[in-house]
């Protein structure tokens, strides 16, 4: 069985990357929703995302903003605004994921989001998200932390 990414889970990557950027620019500029989609579809390399899934994480995300940042606060060591934007975008991430998307394994939820942090965050970054969304995916996903890895592509 290979374990190379297929064409469907490598567009949910550059998805989760759009959206990465657009959460990030929401916090420094106040963009709503439509502006971000408008914004971040003009981008290249937009095409080579799941559009829908674009749309579905960054409206879910954008929506359930207080939702997830009630949950970061019960989680994170430290103030929500002393967070760095793009861990915070990442965490908003995973978060969403963990509790919206349950058809997407919690493994992979973590490994995408510390991808995206080690990519675009400060340098141990992406521990501190790991971390973070480990405790998360313990209480959102606890019945899936003891069952085998299914498939890892999602």
Known sequence: MSRRPDRAAR???VSRKFVLQALYTQQLAAHDYAELRQQYAAEEGFGTCDSG???ELL???????????ARLRTLVDRPLER???????????????????????YRVVLNESVELTKRFGATDGHKYVNAIL?????????????????????
């Open 83 to 105: 967070l760095d934007p793009i861990e915070r975008a990442a965490l908003w991430i995973g978060l969403y994921e963990l509790a919206f998307r349950l058809d997407i394994p």
């Open 59 to 69: 409206k879910g995300v954008t929506t359930h903003t207080d939702e997830l940042d």
């Open 134 to 154: 480990d405790r998360a995916a313990r209480e959102l996903r606890a019945t899936e932390q003891g069952a085998p890895l299914a498939d890892a592509g999602t």
């Open 53 to 55: 899934y674009f749309d």
């Open 11 to 13: 567009a949910r990557s």
